[in-house]
Antibody, heavy 120, light 107 residues
C-alpha cells in the first residue's frame, strides 16, 4: 500500500527558503506525477506544482518565480523549495500523487500534510 | 486561470437527507473535474474523478455529474461520516484550481 509522508522544518523565517521532502513508501516513485498542494489556515486548497518521475515539472504561475520541485528516484522522494517566503506562505503543505493514465491530473493519494509557519 | 465556484458555501442537513453541491467553472473544462472530501485536521480524500467516476472504495451513495461548466456532487443518503468539507478541482488546463469548499454540517 503506497503511502506519502511529508517532512521538513515547521518554522521558517521570512525571506528564507522553505524546504520540504515527500517520501513515497510501499511503491515506486518511478511512475505517475507527484504534486504539492498547500492550505493556509482556515482557507482552501492551492496547487503549487508537480514533478514527473523523469524530472519534468509544471508550476502554478502565481508561485513560479519562487518554486522548485525535484525528484530523487534513488531515495523514492520528491521535494519542494519555496524561496523568499512571507507570512502568506504559512500553510499546511500536502504532497500527493496524480492518478494513472492519460490526463489523470486529479490527486488520488495524499500525504497527511505538514504545517509550516513563517515567522521571525 | 479558470475560477471554480461552489454553492452553497455551507449546507445544513440531517442524516438520511439527499444533498447536492454545485461547482461552476468560469470556462468549459469538458469532464476534467474531481471532487474531494476533507475532514478537520485531515488530508483531502478523492471521491470522484472525470466528473462522474467513483474512486475505488468510495461508497455508492456518492455520485457526480456534469460537463462543460456546471457539475454536481450528490450524496443520496447522508451518513454521519459524511459531515465534512467538499472541494471540486478542475484539471483541464494549468494551473489546476479548486473551488472554495462546501461545508456540510449536521442539522
Amino acid at each position: 500500500q503506497v503511502q506519502l509522508q511529508a517532512s521538513g522544518p515547521g518554522l521558517v523565517k521570512p525571506s528564507e527558503t522553505l524546504s520540504l521532502t515527500c517520501t513515497v513508501s510501499g511503491g515506486s516513485i518511478g511512475t505517475n506525477y507527484w504534486t504539492w498542494i498547500r492550505q493556509p489556515p482556515g482557507k482552501g486548497l492551492e496547487w503549487i506544482g508537480y514533478v514527473y518521475y523523469i524530472g519534468s515539472t509544471n508550476y502554478n504561475p502565481s508561485l513560479d518565480s519562487r518554486v522548485t520541485i525535484s525528484v530523487d528516484r534513488s531515495k523514492n522522494q520528491f521535494s519542494l523549495k519555496l524561496r523568499s517566503v512571507t507570512a502568506a506562505d504559512t500553510a499546511v503543505y500536502y504532497c500527493a500523487r496524480h492518478g494513472s493514465g492519460s490526463w489523470a491530473y486529479y490527486m488520488d493519494l495524499w500525504g497527511k500534510g505538514t504545517t509550516v509557519t513563517v515567522s521571525s | 486561470d479558470i475560477q471554480m465556484t461552489q454553492s452553497p458555501s455551507t449546507l445544513s442537513a440531517s442524516v438520511g437527507a439527499r444533498v447536492t453541491i454545485t461547482c461552476r467553472a468560469s470556462q468549459r473544462i469538458s469532464s476534467w473535474l474531481a471532487w474531494y472530501q476533507q475532514k478537520p485536521g485531515k488530508a483531502p480524500k478523492l471521491l470522484i474523478y472525470d466528473a462522474s467516476r467513483l474512486d475505488s472504495g468510495v461508497p455508492s451513495r456518492f455520485s457526480g455529474s456534469g460537463s462543460g461548466t456546471e457539475f454536481t456532487l450528490t450524496i443520496s443518503s447522508l451518513q454521519p461520516d459524511d459531515f465534512a468539507t467538499y472541494y471540486c478541482q478542475h484539471y483541464n488546463s494549468y494551473p489546476w484550481t479548486f473551488g472554495q469548499g462546501t461545508k456540510v454540517e449536521i442539522k
